[in-house]
């Protein structure tokens, strides 16, 4: 407990001190609104929010390695999830790091974490996938997929105060309860020191939006719930796949749609930005029709969007703790949850949007 409310503290702390000194470094870390189309804030934002976060993950696991024996896992996953988060940083403070330099970069990471955690996604569930997941290229190619697509996943959805870091701190808790009734301590722990580095970041950046997440914060977090999610699964052959699966999908299912509609359906660049995510249709069609003409409206017209998804997100949670051992039934509500994500998108994206949607 001690090493979880370091964690949080000195999130939080760092988080203030970022905040309070904004004015010192808002020239380099800023996220200014005119530099992309999907921005929804009026004023240059600190968007290095995820230093926050990996100060707090660093300090709590430092501070617990003291008393407890936990295996290299516990040290190796902090240290290998400083590549994507520096990647971000570099990008949040720099702007100019490329996409596919960081795609790469993630990749490599994503490699080095399957090698020295001996991890690997051990089965889908599906009789011909799985065959092919006893080739071991094979099934470290679709790790190194996993892991890769859902760190960025976090970053996609990144766009709303509150939503990126509550979306994670969501699948860090069923991580923590599958931990706890596994008796897997160590899986615990690592979850929910995300959850209390992440929370100190959250209170200041949600639902004022006094500083993001940034790209390093995004990176950060989905890694470590992928990592996490198959080293999960490959410790505890009882636990489906399809968990991992059910407590990411709101980020999962937004990527691959974004995807689709980008380079398939549009015939576009896939990893253009764009103003169509879900949350951005929420924003603007569901909520706001009008734009806000003041800060404290903007405030509020961002603030209110992020509950609908973590709804949204929360879907598929309860059937995932309640059966995360049935992959059967875990498929079946994935596929009424895709349901619900695609009816909704195509009604709000052609205006006819539920009743129960819109504001009374």
């Known amino acids: ?194 959850v209390a580095a992440i929370l100190g970041f959250f209170i200041l950046n949600y639902p004022r939006g006094l500083i993001f997440l940034g790209d390093g914060g995004a990176y950060l977090i989905g890694f470590w719930n992928a990592v996490l999610c198959i080293w999960l699964t490959y410790q505890h052959n009882q636990v489906s796949p399809w968990f991992a699966l059910l407590v990411n999908a709101y980020p999962i299912t937004e990527t691959l749609f974004t995807i689709y509609r980008r380079a398939i359906y549009r015939k576009s660049h896939a990893m253009r930005a764009d103003r169509l995510h879900l949350h951005s249709l929420i924003y603007r069609r569901v909520l706001h029709t009008s734009t806000p003409q003041t800060e404290m409206e903007l405030i509020n017209a961002n603030a209110k969007t992020a509950p609908y998804l973590w709804i949204l997100s929360s879907v598929t949670l309860a059937p995932a703790l309640l059966w995360w051992d049935q992959t059967a039934i875990l498929v079946i509500f994935f596929i009424i949850y895709l349901m619900i994500y695609l009816w909704l998108y195509k009604r709000i994206i052609c205006f006819r949007i539920p009743k129960w949607l819109l504001r009374g």
């Not at 390695?65 to 290998?80: E, T």
């Not at 569930?125 to 679709?142: E, M, W």
């Open 1 to 194: 407990m001690p090493s979880l409310i370091v964690a949080f503290i000195l999130s939080l702390l760092t988080t203030f001190l970022i905040i309070y000194f904004r004015d010192a470094h808002e020239k380099h870390t800023g996220d200014v609104s005119s530099l992309g189309i999907q921005k929804f804030h009026f004023n240059t934002i600190p968007r290095i929010g995820g230093l926050s976060i990996y100060i707090g993950l660093t300090a709590g696991i430092a501070l617990r390695l003291q008393f407890a024996s936990y295996g290299p896992s516990a040290w190796i996953l902090p240290l290998l999830s400083s590549i994507p988060f520096a990647i971000g940083l570099s990008e949040d403070i720099t702007k100019k790091m490329g996409i596919y330099t960081r795609l790469v970069l993630i990749i490599v990471s994503a490699y080095l974490a399957c090698y020295y955690l001996g991890i690997k996604i051990p089965k889908v569930g599906i009789v011909g996938i799985d065959l092919l997941l006893s080739v071991p290229i094979f099934a470290t190619s679709i790790t190194l997929f996993a892991i890769t697509g859902l760190t960025n996943a976090y970053n996609i959805i990144d766009g709303i105060n509150g939503l990126s870091s509550m979306v994670g701190m969501l699948a860090a808790s069923c991580l923590a309860y599958l931990g706890f009734i596994l008796g897997d301590s160590e899986l615990l722990f690592l979850s929910l020191v995300l």
